[in-house]
């Protein structure tokens, strides 16, 4: 009987590490799947960041156009940079940077920009371009 118990203790010990093995094993997968989730977030919002920077990113990077009719097709013509998806415009207004004058009322030099906020159809990130509409110079 008592090499019984000891073979039944054996097994029990067996098995309960087999348990342990399987579970830490399940757990270590977790962790890493929530440490890949992280660093893909991380890249993503490194990848955003960068998409601020190309022209037409920011106010102060405007994409230069001769007509207000090239805006929307120019601003649905980049994919997206998450998924490479189509975008669609969202929002399309006309804001007025003025930074020489303060308080109210438009300087005539003021810069008026177009801010065209595009949202991808496939993952819904939404990226702002901005636009200068060039009036060409007449000729003398």
């Known amino acids: 009987m008592p090499a019984m118990s000891w073979v039944l203790g054996a097994a029990v010990l067996a098995a309960l590490g087999w348990i342990v093995a399987i579970v830490g094993g399940q757990l270590g997968r977790a962790d890493r799947r929530q440490q890949l989730a992280s660093a893909a977030a991380?890249?993503?919002a490194q990848a955003l960041g960068l998409d601020a920077t190309r022209p037409g990113g920011a106010p102060d990077r405007p994409i230069e156009v001769i007509s207000a009719s090239q805006i929307e097709p120019r601003a649905q013509r980049?994919?997206?940079?998450?998924c490479g998806g189509r975008f669609h415009v969202a929002t399309h207004e006309v804001q007025v940077i003025d930074d020489d004058?303060?308080?109210p009322g438009i300087d005539a030099d003021a810069k008026r920009l177009r801010h065209?906020?595009?949202?991808c159809g496939s993952c819904g990130v939404e990226r702002p371009t901005?636009?200068?509409i060039r009036v060409p110079t007449p000729l003398a």
């Not at 980049?78 to 998450?82: M, V, W």
């Not at 065209?116 to 949202?119: D, E, G, K, L, T």
């Open 101 to 103: 004058r303060p308080g």
């Open 130 to 132: 901005w636009f200068y």
């Open 116 to 119: 065209v906020v595009c949202r």
């Open 78 to 82: 980049e994919p997206c940079p998450r």
């Open 42 to 44: 991380q890249l993503e």
